[in-house]
């Protein structure tokens, strides 16, 4: 099976900007969440989707939104990006909604590095 | 509030020695329990889990991991340590529906 695939890798924004990253899960799998990982703050956990629902959300500010589509895709989109955004932008699927035992264990992508200037 | 403690930020060994990272979490209800690894320019992966049953459980790589619920911990373990065990391991508790991340430990490994 293919793995969490992330696009696009790298990416270089002013201040201001929006900016939209796209994941795709493994096959099959339902629920997508996203996490945010910087050196001083660590993974932070910014949301999870499944069944194209938000599910659960973590302290971001409303500026960082997502969605979910039928197949299982998922986007994430910052608006009015800030120096303090830049970070890599992790996205993670599993089979069921974070949880439920076993079935939710999360497989990571490689990320997208969000530069902000 | 759920939270996540790695108690070692840096960790520094020489091949062959042992290995324990100390983890602690915070939450009141039931819990799984996960390791993942970072190695050096790859992506988050998964090293072992635990959800229920037995409290230790092994993962990949020789790595094990021993849940004690009275202590609220979850340390990982390794007999003897690897040069390619470089890499930083983060700790993740899940419980509520969200995961929640310890900050990792860098794990250097002198050959």
Known sequence: KAGVTQTPRYLIKTRGQQVTLSCSPISGHRSVSWYQQTPGQGLQFLFEYFSETQRNKGNFPGRFSGRQFSNSRSEMNVSTLELGDSALYLCASSLTRLGQGDTDTQYFGPGTRLTVL | ?111
């Open chain 2, 1 to 111: 509030a759920q939270s996540v403690s790695q108690h070692n930020h840096h960790v520094i060994l020489s091949e062959a020695a042992s290995l324990e990272l100390g983890c602690n979490y915070s939450y009141g209800g039931t819990v799984n329990l996960f390791w993942y690894v970072q190695y050096p320019g790859q992506h988050l992966q998964l090293l072992l889990k635990y959800f229920s049953g037995d409290p230790l459980v092994k993962g990949i790589k020789g790595f094990e991991a021993e849940f004690i619920k009275s202590k609220f911990s979850f340390n990982l373990r390794k007999p003897s340590v690897q040069w390619s065990d470089t890499a930083e391991y983060f700790c993740a508790v899940n419980g509520g529906f969200k995961t929640i991340f310890g900050a990792g430990t860098r794990l250097f490994v002198k050959a």
